[in-house]
């Protein structure tokens, strides 16, 4: 009686022990310029020229932003202004408790923008689960977003594959189950990426470290529960109202955004321009960032053709 004991105890404990062993963030951001805000401390990085339009990039669910080091290059040589940063949990920004809910990403994003003295409108743009904080931003913050850009963006639909959609849906079990195992999923996503493409070389080694962070694997979880429930129809279509431009590219080979979630923006904003890259799946801000940049050029934010 006293092994099953035992081995319940062992059981129960093995995700804090494998949550320990992983790496603190302090000990990969030496060097990294953090913003100090409300929940924790947040990574960022400045692209191109001080006085170009200022564009913002938001990452997805679990892939920090060098996500976006193809695209925020580009868009500079085009005379952006181009900042990106690490969403809580991802990346070298802290690991808060508590939900991970879209209103908390929304004022991560403000904080950051009053700490970095962004008074301009700028042009958002959110990737995956970036849109949907993007979306939820330009809602609340309308006078302060000039154009919207949506990238494979999630907050229509999108499929979980089954143990993802099992730990979403399970209290405690799901959680035990993603911390533990969680991690060995991404790592074969990355090394499907690693056989792609990339114009970002170094992102199958960037998504795979993040597996070894400490507090990673809770974080995508509770953004999972919290900030990807529901859809953002009608928040679409209070956008459209307002007349903010919108621009969305899709992938054609995307498993993770069905191509649906297009036909569902189109019903909620039939001005939002819409753009399908042929060849492309999930990952198009590092296997399409050239394309990407072209499109944002002719979306009116940069000069077509500069650089």
């Known amino acids: 009686m006293i092994w099953l004991f035992v081995l319940g105890a062992a059981l129960a404990g093995a995700p804090f022990v494998a949550e320990l062993a992983r790496q603190p963030v302090q000990a990969v ?12 401390q ?21 892939t920090p932003s060098p996500v976006f080091d193809a695209v925020a290059a580009g868009l500079a040589r085009q005379g952006a202004r181009v900042l990106t940063y690490d969403l809580y949990g991802r990346g070298r920004s802290d690991r808060p408790g508590g939900a991970q809910t879209r209103d908390v990403f929304v004022r991560q994003l403000r904080e950051l923008l ?14 995956s689960m970036g849109g949907v904080i993007a979306t939820a931003y330009s809602a609340k913050y ?22 993802t959609a099992f730990c979403v849906k399970a209290p405690w079990i799901g959680d035990w189950l993603m911390v533990l195992f969680g991690p060995r999923g991404l790592r074969r996503v990355a090394e499907e990426v690693r056989h792609l493409d990339s114009q970002v070389p ?14 990673y694997m809770p974080a995508v979880l509770s953004s999972l529960r919290n900030c990807l429930v529901g859809d953002q129809r009608r ?20 498993t993770v955004i069905p191509p649906e979630a297009q036909d569902q923006l189109a019903e909620a904003n039939p001005a939002a321009r819409q753009v399908r890259l042929t060849a492309a799946g999930h990952g198009l801000p590092f296997t399409h960032a050239d394309r990407i940049v072209d499109e944002i050029a002719q979306f009116g934010l940069v000069e077509p053709g500069r650089g």
């Open 29 to 40: 951001r030496k060097g990294a310029d953090l913003a100090k805000l409300s929940r924790g």
């Open 42 to 62: 947040t990574r960022y990085l400045w692209f191109g020229p001080k006085d170009g339009p200022v564009i913002v990039l938001v990452h997805g669910l679990t």
């Open 114 to 127: 009053v700490d970095q003295r962004v008074a301009e409108p700028i042009t958002l743009v959110g990737y």
């Open 142 to 163: 309308l006078d302060q977003v000039e154009r919207l850009v949506l990238l494979a963006s999630a907050g229509l639909c999108h499929k979980f594959d089954r143990f």
């Open 202 to 215: 170094d992102i199958a080694e960037v998504i795979e470290a993040e597996t070894r962070m400490r507090g």
């Open 235 to 254: 928040t679409h279509g209070a956008l459209a109202n307002t007349g903010l431009p919108v621009l969305a590219i899709w992938g054609d080979e995307d």
